[in-house]
């Protein structure tokens, strides 16, 4: 027994520091925790269940989509553009024959646009996943005249959630895809429409990921008790096209070790359909385990600062009107 233990915490240790190191982010991560994470979902484990992907037309995103698929859930591809969706529709059906696929259109960052898309979805989702992501290089705002990350990872999501949840399957889950890139910034609620000072898309994005990841914890909250479980996962760092774009040195630098989209989306798809005892909810996971919220001591937030996230989100978009308590700190 003493033997085991001290495997047990020889290994812990090795993954701590495949993280710190942040070697546990590339391709390397997934290829030397394989072998010790848990087992996949059965065949068929999602079979008829609805899934919505937000921006499943590419990259991550696409990648989820056909895990699902390949699971047997009814796989909705939430994008903007319709027309790519119709494309990523067909190589999905290509990767997965006879699989359900379907496409629907909504601008995630218009809050009216996720209101009627809302009105269209059927009860009963199981599987709801905010994918949807941008990295402008440039201070942009959404049509409501909010800063474009903020409503395309934030606001549109917490809306979509509030306008769901009342009708969602008793053991859906609620998944926050967010980049590991949040353990470098604090949340920030002095100026969360990035109005002050010089712009820098990397630092909107990883301030608005790491709100969704406390979001995850404030919706977890939110809907104790009723079944629903809500998760955050990162996916380390994937080679996509986003990435090339936005960060085109960080693509050039780390290329050969950027994670496939599959690897990447591994831990969300996992966590969609898994019946592991105890997977609770609030967390955040990489690599099909949880993992810390905080690293670095001045990225922690109170539980006062939390309840500001959730008042402006729900003073910004309407949605809902309660307000939860403090979330569960045992990650921090």
């Known amino acids: 027994m003493t033997g085991h233990r001290e495997q047990v915490t020889r290994e812990a240790t090795w993954d701590r520091l ?5 070697l546990g982010y590339t391709r390397l991560g997934p290829m030397l925790r394989r072998r010790r994470w848990p087992a996949d979902p059965p065949p068929g484990a999602l079979a008829g269940r609805p899934a919505l992907v ?5 990259g991550i995103g696409k990648a989820i989509a056909e895990g699902l698929a390949r699971l047997g859930a009814e796989v909705h591809l939430v994008v903007r553009d319709t027309a790519a969706g119709q494309r990523a529709r067909a190589d999905l059906l290509e990767a997965v ?3 359900d696929v379907r496409v629907d259109g909504c601008d995630i960052s218009s809050l009216a646009a996720v209101r009627e898309y809302a009105a269209t979805v059927a009860p009963g989702v199981r599987v709801l996943v905010h994918n949807a992501g941008v990295l402008p290089a440039t201070r942009q705002v959404s049509v409501d005249g909010n800063e474009l990350t903020l409503a395309t990872h934030v606001l549109g999501p917490h809306l979509l959630t509030a306008l769901l949840a009342p009708s969602l399957a008793a053991d859906a889950r609620v998944i926050w895809l967010t980049s590991g890139g949040m353990y470098t910034q604090g949340l920030e609620l002095s100026d969360p429409q990035y109005e002050r000072g010089d712009y820098r898309g990397a630092a909107a994005y990883a301030r608005t990921k790491r709100m969704q990841a406390v979001m995850a914890t404030l919706w977890a909250e939110h809907l104790a008790g009723t079944g629903v479980g809500v998760h955050a996962a990162h996916p380390g760092w994937v080679a996509t096209g986003g ?13 050969p070790l950027l994670r496939g989209a599959d690897q990447g989306a591994d831990t969300v798809t996992w966590l969609a359909a898994t019946d592991v005892p105890g997977l609770g909810t609030g967390r955040l996971w990489h690599d099909r385990a949880p993992r810390p919220l905080h690293y670095l001591r001045r990225t922690r937030e109170t539980c006062e600062q939390r309840r500001q996230l959730w008042r402006l989100c729900v003073d910004l978009t309407g949605a809902p009107a309660e307000k939860p308590g403090p979330a569960d700190a045992t990650q921090r």
């Open 18 to 22: 495949l993280d710190r190191s942040l």
């Open 54 to 58: 937000t921006g499943a037309n590419r």
């Open 97 to 99: 024959p006879g699989a």
């Open 243 to 255: 990435v090339a774009t936005s960060l085109p040195r960080f693509a050039a630098l780390t290329r």
